[in-house]
């Protein structure tokens, strides 16, 4: 096993074409399985977007959305600790990949600020945020 942070520098020249995420608790949740590079989509932030079924797994710069309080709000609650400008990992619905190719603020269901990695994800849906610890595996 080689180090997180060697992993993080050397991932994008490995040729990845599967992502697998996985609960560390081993629970099933809805975005656990495999991700596939979609050759059909545009990169993201220079990183093929992955794809399981409706799913897409992309890299994202994190952008604050300044739309009045109403319009912006689902945008919003998927903002992480991540500053403007910075990596964040997120998963939306495959609706938003015009969204997403073009840099539009949108609302995703997982976010992850920083690199690709196995570490807490920030789940969001209508009733609440809450922390995942998730676990990956790349092919």
């Known amino acids: ?8 520098r050397i991932r994008p020249f490995l040729g990845i074409t599967r992502i697998w995420l ?42 604050k959305d300044s739309r009045p309080r109403g319009a ?13 400008g910075e990596e964040e990992w997120r998963i939306a619905e495959d609706i938003f990949a015009r969204h997403i190719a073009s840099g539009t603020p949108h609302p995703a269901k997982l976010c992850l600020a920083g ?16 922390n995942r610890e998730v676990v990956l595996r790349f092919e």
């Open 1 to 8: 096993e080689a180090p997180e942070d060697l992993l993080e």
């Open 115 to 130: 690199p690709l990695r196995s570490a807490t994800w920030l789940e969001i849906t209508r009733e609440f945020r809450e």
């Open 72 to 84: 912006g709000a689902r945008n919003r609650a998927c903002e992480t600790e991540a500053l403007e």
């Open 22 to 63: 996985e609960s560390s608790c081993g629970s099933r949740y809805w975005w656990a399985g495999c991700y596939k590079v979609d050759e059909n989509l545009p990169e993201s932030e220079g990183a093929p977007v992955s794809r399981r079924g409706a799913l897409l797994l992309y890299r994202w710069q994190a952008r």
